[in-house]
């Protein structure tokens, strides 16, 4: 088993990553080896490139989190991350429900919230704010299903009817939904594009 290192000396690596500094300029702070802070920052979830120059993905910390197409429930700050951390820290904890009436959401989104960006150190769960709220910055919005699945409804009237969307094939189908639709958002894969085109073919139907 490793040596066991404070909590405090983790949690000061990760602010030192999150803020911008390089691998090779943490590795030399705190005086460990490169392959201990990327797997430190791995265990963090926070992905770091090595090297003099390398480092993590900067972002500013107070700005939002990137939204996802089509969904408008409400987004953590900052500012709520950091009272979750507070409440949490207290000599006697908060609730989850006392923290979750204090923010006006729902006792199972900041269970959520607590589970997903904790931090898990030699069996001791450690929820950080700011790297909580760093890793949902960096984070890339989903695409869903149920909206590609629109998507490729509404892409149908603009092609044609099913049959004629198979026989553009997925090559052209890809071509045509990033540079008309979707208007320079990434757009699905050409295998994805495909499948969700089958299933609206009657051909392909069971």
Do not use: N
Not at 31 to 44: E, K, N
Not at 45 to 58: F, K, M, T, W
Not at 143 to 152: F, P, Q, V, Y
Not at 155 to 182: D, N, Q, R, Y
Request: proline residues 6%.
């Amino acid at each position: 088993m490793g040596k066991k290192v404070p909590w405090s000396q983790r949690a000061a690596v990760y602010g030192h990553l999150i803020r911008g500094r390089s691998a090779s300029q943490v590795s030399e702070t705190f005086q460990m080896g490169l392959s201990t802070v990327a797997r430190w920052a791995d265990r963090a979830g926070i992905e770091v490139s090595l090297g003099r120059a390398g480092g993590a993905q900067v972002v500013p910390l107070d700005a939002d989190p990137p939204r996802t197409p089509g969904r408008s429930y409400r987004r953590w700050t900052l500012a709520d991350r950091s009272f979750i951390q507070a409440a949490l820290s207290l000599p006697d904890p908060m609730s989850y429900r006392d923290i979750a009436t204090e923010l006006g959401v729902a006792p199972s989104t900041v269970s959520r919230e607590i589970k997903v960006h904790s931090i898990i150190d030699w069996g001791q769960s450690h929820y950080v704010a700011e790297i909580a709220h760093y890793r949902a910055l960096v984070q890339r919005p989903r695409r869903r299903d149920g909206k590609l699945a629109e998507l490729i409804r509404a892409l149908t009237p603009v092609l044609g009817h099913a049959e004629t969307s198979i026989c553009w094939g997925s090559e052209m189908i890809f071509s045509h939904v990033t540079k008309e639709l979707l208007g320079g958002v990434p757009a699905p894969s050409r295998r994805v594009v495909r499948v969700h085109a089958r299933r609206d073919d009657p051909r392909y139907r069971r």
